[in-house]
């Protein structure tokens, strides 16, 4: 069964960086895309980007954009989302998630495997 395992979270001081590493079980070239969800205590989960395999477009929410980046490794079967410039407000348990097939990237109900999320706190 194919699944997905995020990885690199932990705690680091406002204006520091950190980087997610998602890693797949098979071949990433086999999925449409990858993305990045996260949900902070008390909100809904939200989407921070995606990536689309073949071609490497990437979609970022405004709110970290500039400030995070997304990319793959063929050769790894991971996706990585690199965060920056991190803030108190981007605390949260962050998600990767992956597509088989087209669709609407903003929405989680489009990914079809999930990872058990990595918790990434940012202190002031």
């Known amino acids: 069964q194919v699944h997905v395992v995020e990885s690199g979270g932990g705690l680091v001081q406002a204006g520091g960086s950190l980087r997610l590493s998602c890693a797949a079980s098979?071949?990433?070239?086999?999925?449409?895309?990858m993305g990045w969800f996260r949900q902070a205590p008390g909100k809904e989960r939200e989407f921070v980007g995606t990536?689309?395999?073949?071609?490497?477009?990437?979609s970022i929410v405004n709110s970290v954009k500039g400030r995070f980046t997304i990319s793959r490794d063929y050769p790894e079967n991971t996706v990585y989302l690199q965060m920056n410039s991190l803030k108190p407000e981007d605390t949260a348990v962050y998600y990767c998630?992956?597509?088989?097939?087209?669709?609407?990237?903003?929405?989680?109900?489009?990914?079809?495997?999930w990872g058990q999320g990595t918790q990434v706190t940012v202190s002031s």
């Open positions: 098979e071949p990433i070239f086999n999925m449409y895309a």
């Open positions: 990536i689309r395999i073949n071609d490497g477009f990437t």
């Open positions: 998630a992956a597509r088989i097939t087209s669709g609407d990237h903003l929405l989680a109900s489009s990914y079809e495997l």
